[in-house]
């Protein structure tokens, strides 16, 4: 499962923020 569902929204979408921006480096 998505770790994201466990937290909240707005912590989810800055994770994916954090985590796209560290993947296109």
């Known amino acids: 499962m998505?770790?994201?569902e466990?937290?909240?929204p707005e912590?989810?979408?800055k994770v994916?923020?954090?985590n796209k921006n560290?993947?296109?480096g």
């Open 16 to 18: 994916t923020r954090e």
């Open 2 to 4: 998505p770790a994201e």
């Open 22 to 24: 560290t993947a296109r």
């Open 6 to 8: 466990c937290v909240p």
């Open 11 to 13: 912590f989810g979408l």
